[in-house]
């Protein structure tokens, strides 16, 4: 089944029901699986505009349908500026760490940080490695910059497809190595210019 499914307990009020777990507070709890895919939140920061983020929903949702079946709502929100406190020791880029991590989460729903600013994280020993996302599941927020990007108008949806299927679904990089896979892993290069979909081993994991 589509790993669109969150299973929650509901708590409801019921009369004179014969099915009651706890019969004294009369309340009936039911589990119940809700196929409900997540709507996807794009809030650009700084100097990244509304415009701009809204050329990308199509593009988005044209490869995570071909992936999933499902349309996705994408939402765009009002531009944000980051405070200077996100920025590194040297002022010149902002961590996507800090960012991740002072963010405010959502346990379905997904929200992606969208930005022109180069960003970086530690990496590998070096303290400040620049990057072209971020994203720790199963906190359904990350970010993606096309700050590195030689061609962000052809490049860049495709950089948000990858940290939102690390984000939300903790699809791992490509087992294959397929070079067109979208979730291959960029190796410290900032290229994108071969990947156009999932393979079908990344994607059997989201339909599983």
Same mark, same amino acid.
């Given at each position: ?6 299973? &929650? ?17 009369? *309340? ?19 100097? &990244? ?14 490869? *995570?349908?071909? @992936? ?9 929100? @009002?531009? $944000? ?8 020791? @040297? +002022? ?29 994280? @530690? ?15 199963? $906190? ?6 096309? &700050?590195?990007?030689?061609? +962000? ?15 939300? &679904? ?16 960029? $190796? ?21």
């Amino acid at each position: 089944m589509f790993r669109f499914i969150i299973t &929650f307990i509901s708590v409801i009020l019921l009369t004179g029901c014969t099915n009651l777990i706890n019969k004294e507070n009369n *309340l009936h709890y039911e589990e119940i699986e809700c196929i409900c895919p997540p709507t996807i939140y794009l809030q650009p920061v700084n100097n &990244f505009t509304e415009n701009e983020a809204k050329t990308l929903i199509p593009k988005i949702n044209k490869v *995570l349908e071909e @992936s999933t079946g499902v349309e996705l709502d994408i939402i765009v929100l @009002s531009p $944000k500026k980051l405070p200077d406190s996100l920025l590194n020791d @040297s +002022k010149t880029r902002y961590r996507a760490d800090k960012i991740i991590k002072t963010s405010k989460d959502n346990n379905h729903d997904v929200t992606i940080i969208i930005t022109h600013d180069d960003i970086s994280c @530690s990496y590998k020993g070096i303290k400040d490695w620049g990057i072209l996302g971020f994203a720790l599941y199963p $906190k359904h927020t990350c970010i993606a910059s096309d &700050f590195r990007l030689k061609n +962000k108008e052809r490049d860049f949806y495709k950089v948000i497809i990858h940290e939102f299927c690390h984000s939300y &679904f903790g699809l791992k990089h490509c087992p294959d190595d397929n070079p067109q896979c979208i979730m291959k892993d960029a $190796k410290g290069h900032a290229d994108f210019s071969n990947k156009f979909k999932l393979c079908n081993t990344c994607k059997n994991y989201l339909i599983k």
